[in-house]
């Protein structure tokens, strides 16, 4: 594609999550410094709550490479599953051989019956679910009986909801009350600021390979802001596409004009007008 004409080893704007590219943006540390806190203090609930392409996935990830040996975790990207299903996955997730065949009920037992031996062991079990908004409140429910498993001292398992904004209207059911009053921290996850989006971009390009004089100039820079509003996936889509233009023109900088025509073509960004 572009990467010979701009000196990249890589592709410097991917949508995927990719760890290697982390940026510790503000709102993102903040985020990741509450999650390593609350995991500490043996909370049994915390809920990151953000926007679409704010980094949800992301920093998801980055806590589960941050947590040390002595944390055992289980991770559950889709959860928009029935309440017995959600266990199933959950033993799975904690290598629990034995649990296929059992009722929901003996499959409980012995998830807890795991959970004790984690907990013997000295380790600490966190269960990250992403996409947390899609679960139905009756798995909600569920997820709140398996948070109940606790010894005199502490809490057996520690859950961390990752989620849209829509996640907050489904735990305000009345059927859910339990659960929402065990959310002992949350964060809500926002996009860069305006000083930011000039760094983010310079750290993904070196990270990529790219060692030369700044890219995106700085009217560049601020159309980026203005059309993704800071939203990091908009910003990668953005400048993807801004990238492909001046290559395409036999450009090496990306100007305005290239940023109003990646905005021209990209759902969800501001009208090039504005910019």
Not at 7 to 33: K, M, V, W, Y
Not at 169 to 178: A, F, I
Not at 191 to 206: F, K, N, P, S, T
Request: proline share 4%; hydrophobic share 40%.
């Amino acid at each position: 594609m572009y990467l010979q004409h701009y000196g990249l080893n890589e592709l410097p704007f991917g949508i995927t999550p990719d760890t290697s590219f982390a940026f510790s943006a503000r709102a993102h540390q903040e985020a990741l410094n509450t999650l390593l806190v609350a995991l500490q203090c043996g909370e049994g609930f915390v809920k990151i709550a953000g926007e679409v392409g704010t980094g949800k996935t992301l920093l998801c990830r980055r806590l589960l490479q941050a947590v040390g040996p002595e944390v055992v975790t289980a991770y559950i990207p889709n959860p928009n599953l029935d309440a017995d299903t959600l266990l199933l996955a959950l033993s799975e997730e904690l290598r629990i051989g034995d649990a296929g065949g059992l009722d929901a009920f003996h499959r409980l037992r012995r998830i807890n019956r795991a959970l004790l031996d984690f907990a013997r062991a000295g380790k600490r079990v966190v269960l990250c679910i992403d996409e947390a908004q899609a679960m139905p409140l009756a798995t909600l429910e569920a997820l709140r009986l398996v948070s109940n498993l606790e010894t005199e001292k502490r809490k057996l398992l520690q859950i961390v909801l990752f989620g849209q904004p829509e996640l907050d209207g489904k735990l305000s059911d009345p059927s859910v009350r339990q659960l929402r009053q065990r959310i002992a921290f949350h964060h809500r996850l926002t996009g860069l600021d305006g000083e930011e989006i000039a760094l983010y971009l310079q750290h993904r390009l070196r990270v990529a390979g790219y060692r030369g004089d700044p890219l995106f100039s700085a009217r560049a820079v601020r159309g980026l802001r203005r059309a993704s509003r800071g939203t990091p996936r908009l910003i990668n889509i953005l400048a993807h596409k801004s990238l492909l233009t001046a290559f395409g023109e036999g450009r090496h900088t990306i100007g305005l004009r290239q940023v109003r025509r990646a905005a021209r073509d990209t759902e969800g960004a501001a009208s090039p007008g504005w910019l």
